[in-house]
């Protein structure tokens, strides 16, 4: 294990450039009147719904609009702190290193919350914390990531609200986007540093930078082109991308010796980085068409896929979990593959772990950990009442997310803490896949993914993990596709339309029924299996979580490395053993999950009226 001084330098390396930001203001910039606070207020609608009680990514949302509402810094124009630690008591949050430089992902983060869960908690803060945001566009030309991300944030807004005083602060943003791209060869790049081949607690980082926020600018280039329809910035964007495939940024830490590593995108450096730059890429690849991008990024994901325990989307930090997730969707909506069951899977399982929902269980693993500072601060002495805060930091974070996305059954006290970034990264993953639900072209409904959704078109009860059956409520569709999951033999799934049986035809794994009436009630109903996996995981428990593929030239796993055995019913999760032991915050609690019968229970559903896209169609 690495000194605290190590893993302090380490964290200023991870937040340098980043904090770097703070100064540079973009030219003929003009933020007023582009926020409007009308355009925050939820205004779907609403109805009451007896529902299976599982999964609802909409009530997820509900809870996390609460914690990015109150997490924030009503004393630094509600920016975000950088870090909060449940590992010292009492919890606290921090701005040591700083939140601002995420300030656009986590109000990307609390858009999508309000779109999915209709919820008007704090509702006056949304028009603070955008306004705060933009009031200072911090513009680094060789770093621009923190305006990339307010880039991406403004770009949602002007989906539901495109004002044109919204639309040249935005193009003001794209302009310096283009201005501060430099050549190199057929190519267009931010920041071309060397390598950072040293190990640190994070690991080695390697290309990190570099490759990082390319994506991150190319993502909301491509979205403003496409939503503002200004071609000229996908140009741009494919310079950016033609940097990014770079050989010298994918090479392998070790490949078979007839294997082009840095051709399949086999990267060895910062994974979150790297997930980044491969979400910016297939973004372009959407919007451009280019097929050997698309290739590119699935080699990518998959290579990111054989670390940590894809299996339940554990990959190292929260980011990447989010980021593993997005990658899934966004190659099945692109049909590069189909990823809907690593999707699935992920968002049943670590993504929904990581989110902090309870907070009788964060109380009782902070109660354990000891007074003041806790472990990886990497601040000392008293507080500092300008930027951190241990007034009721627990409930003020109820609906983030944590960043330990290492070790799966406990996060140990070391990494009871979080950084920023990982909300920012997995609530819009979170979006991406409740949008992804259930989706509807003239009339003809498809679903992609068997959880709870309201819809305009239909809503989905789903009865998963419990009972093997789910039920749609149709409002408007004509016809409906419902994918099957690759854990369901497809000649055993019962169809019936109000009751009566129903013969579905097939369409690969897509059972799809036809002239609907908005009335009808579709029940699909299969049996559910058990299984029981074993994965080996040489990452260990009592380590900093990992942010990297190489963990660095002296790290060694165990022998034998950590196995888990984990009871899986369909794609979820149900039991884990070993468990690991010590102080910190057990994951996988799911003995109600084990019981043969969905519980019912009646919510208020919410219907958005206008939906964000996050990916070309
Ligand atoms: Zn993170």
Not at 486 to 495: C, H, I, K, M, P
Not at 516 to 530: A, G, M, S
Not at 561 to 586: C, E, H, M, Q, W
């Amino acid at each position: 294990m690495r000194s605290a001084s190590a893993r302090r330098r380490a964290f200023r390396v991870a937040i340098g450039v980043c904090a770097a930001i703070q100064c540079v203001c973009a030219f003929g910039y003009d933020p007023a009147g582009a926020i409007n606070p009308d355009a925050f207020k939820p205004n779907g609608e609403r109805y009451e719904a007896a529902v299976p009680d599982t999964l609802d990514l909409a009530e997820r949302a509900r809870i996390a609009v609460h914690g990015l509402t109150s997490f924030l810094n009503p004393e630094k124009h509600f920016a975000p702190y950088g870090h909060v630690y449940f590992n010292g008591r009492p919890a606290y949050l921090s701005d040591f290193p700083g939140g601002p430089p995420n300030w656009g992902k986590i109000a990307e983060a609390l858009q999508f919350a309000r779109m999915m869960s209709g919820s008007e908690e704090n509702l006056d803060v949304d028009a603070k914390m955008f306004e705060g945001m933009i009031t200072d566009v911090p513009l680094n030309p060789a770093a621009p990531t923190p305006v990339s991300c307010t880039m991406a944030a403004l770009t949602n807004l002007y989906q539901v609200d495109p004002r044109p005083e919204l639309k040249r602060v935005i193009d003001t943003i794209a302009e310096d986007h283009v201005r501060s791209a430099q050549p190199q060869g057929d190519g267009l790049y931010y920041y071309d540093g060397p390598p950072s081949t040293n190990p640190t607690a994070l690991g080695v980082t390697n290309y990190w930078l570099q490759v990082f926020i390319q994506g991150r600018a190319i993502r909301p280039m491509t979205r403003w082109a496409l939503a503002s329809n200004q071609t000229k910035y996908i140009d741009t964007c494919g310079g950016l991308a033609r940097f990014t495939i770079l050989p010298k940024f994918w090479e392998s830490e070790a490949a078979p010796k007839a294997v082009t590593s840095a051709e399949h995108a086999q990267f060895n450096g910062h994974s979150h980085a790297h997930t980044q730059g491969l979400m910016g890429l297939l973004t372009y690849a959407q919007a451009a068409n280019n097929a050997r991008i698309k290739q590119f990024v699935r080699d990518g994901y998959e290579h990111m896929r054989s670390f940590g325990i894809a299996r339940i989307g554990l990959f190292g930090e929260g980011c990447t979990t989010g980021d593993m997730t997005w990658l899934a969707l966004a190659l099945s909506v692109a049909g590069v593959g189909d990823y809907w069951d690593d999707a699935d899977a992920y968002i049943r399982n670590h993504l929904a772990e990581l989110q902090i929902t309870d907070a009788a269980r964060m109380n009782a693993a902070n109660a354990e950990m000891p007074e003041g500072r806790g472990k990886n601060d990497t601040t000392s002495g008293p507080y500092d009442p300008a930027n951190e805060s241990n007034e009721n930091a627990i409930d003020r974070c109820l609906g983030t997310f944590l960043s330990d996305s290492t070790h799966p059954t406990l996060i140990p006290e070391h990494n009871l803490l979080y950084t920023i970034c990982c909300t920012g990264n997995c609530t819009p993953a979170m979006y991406f896949a409740w949008h992804s639900i259930a989706q509807c072209d003239d009339g003809h409904a498809r679903i992609n993914l068997l959880l709870n959704r309201a819809s305009p078109w239909l809503d989905v009860d789903s009865y998963l993990p419990f009972e093997g059956k789910v039920v749609i409520r149709n409002k408007s569709a004509q016809s409906v596709a419902v994918r099957i999951p690759f854990y369901v033999d497809t000649r055993s799934v019962r169809a019936t339309v109000n009751g009566e049986p129903h013969d579905a035809v097939w369409v690969g794994r897509y059972a799809t029924l036809d002239n609907l009436e908005p009335t009808d009630t579709i029940t699909l109903e299969f049996p559910l299996t058990t299984t029981t996996e074993t994965y080996t995981l040489k990452w260990k428990q009592d380590e900093f979580w990992k942010e990297c593929t190489d963990p660095g030239p002296d790290w060694k796993p165990l022998d034998p490395p950590a196995k888990y055995t984990f009871t899986i019913r369909g794609n979820t999760v149900i039991d884990v053993s070993p468990r690991d032991t010590g102080k910190g915050l057990p994951l996988y609690q799911r003995d109600a999950l084990k019981a043969a019968k969905a519980p019912m229970k009646t919510v208020r559903r919410y219907v958005a009226p206008k939906m964000v896209s996050v990916f070309p169609p």
